[in-house]
């Protein structure tokens, strides 16, 4: 049985809006999320959009791109009144870094500002621990999209001396996100 966990560590909290204007590259993306999201499930378009959008200079506010101390930040974008989805951005300062985890749910990013490390993994099924497989330098425009399970199984984060931004979208709601997204794995 893998050992996995609901909580996040560290457990960065999500930063909620302060009443931020919904940018136009926001409200495009919005848009685009809310056409993927199918009653078959999320459609990996949602890829498409997100690199649109992180290459608009002016999609996040100046509230939304602040980094945090000890953790990443996550700043809440927007949450679909039906629950569906949730949009993120993080913002990573220097050496700051996800666990390595799997998803509970289906997720995207795309890097938005500055370069972001990640590291996949392999899961082992007869250790029940993850492998890494590969590390890859993600600059910005890359994206990505993962279903639920451990079949895409990563570390995210920023090794370098600037802070770095992502956007995210999570198949959840926003009371949820903190919780019901990262499976964290033991590495072995």
Same mark, same amino acid.
């Given at each position: 049985?893998?050992?996995? !966990?609901?909580?996040?560590?560290?457990?960065? !909290?999500?930063?909620? !809006?302060?009443?931020?204007?919904?940018?136009?590259?926001?409200?495009?993306?919005?848009?685009?999320? =809310? &056409?993927?999201?199918?009653?078959?499930?999320? =459609?990996?378009?949602?890829? &498409?959009?997100?690199?649109?959008?992180?290459?608009?200079?002016?999609?996040?506010?100046?509230?939304?791109?602040?980094?945090?101390?000890?953790?990443?930040?996550?700043?809440?974008?927007? !949450? =679909?009144?039906?629950?569906r989805f949730t949009i993120v951005s993080i913002v990573w300062g220097p050496g700051q870094f996800s666990p390595t985890h799997g998803h509970h749910t289906w997720c995207a990013y795309a890097v938005h500002q500055n370069t972001l490390e990640e590291t996949l993994y392999?899961?082992?099924? &007869?250790?029940?621990?993850?492998?890494?497989?590969?590390?890859?330098?993600?600059?910005?425009?890359?994206?990505?999209?993962?279903?639920?399970?451990?079949?895409?199984?990563?570390?995210?984060?920023?090794?370098?001396?600037?802070?770095?931004?992502?956007?995210?979208?999570?198949?959840?709601?926003? =009371?949820?996100?903190?919780?019901?997204?990262?499976?964290?794995?033991?590495?072995?």
């Amino acid at each position: 049985m893998p050992q996995t !966990s609901h909580a996040e560590l560290p457990a960065p !909290s999500l930063v909620p !809006s302060q009443q931020d204007p919904v940018t136009s590259a926001l409200a495009a993306l919005i848009d685009a999320v =809310d &056409a993927a999201c199918t009653d078959a499930g999320p =459609d990996p378009r949602i890829v &498409a959009a997100l690199q649109t959008a992180a290459a608009q200079h002016g999609l996040l506010t100046p509230e939304q791109r602040v980094p945090q101390a000890g953790c990443y930040a996550r700043h809440l974008l927007y !949450s =679909d009144p039906r629950g569906r989805f949730t949009i993120v951005s993080i913002v990573w300062g220097p050496g700051q870094f996800s666990p390595t985890h799997g998803h509970h749910t289906w997720c995207a990013y795309a890097v938005h500002q500055n370069t972001l490390e990640e590291t996949l993994y392999a899961w082992d099924q &007869a250790s029940g621990t993850a492998r890494p497989a590969r590390l890859q330098a993600r600059p910005a425009g890359y994206g990505c999209f993962a279903r639920a399970g451990l079949d895409q199984i990563h570390r995210l984060g920023n090794s370098g001396a600037e802070p770095a931004i992502s956007v995210h979208v999570y198949g959840v709601e926003r =009371d949820r996100v903190c919780t019901h997204v990262n499976r964290v794995v033991q590495v072995g």
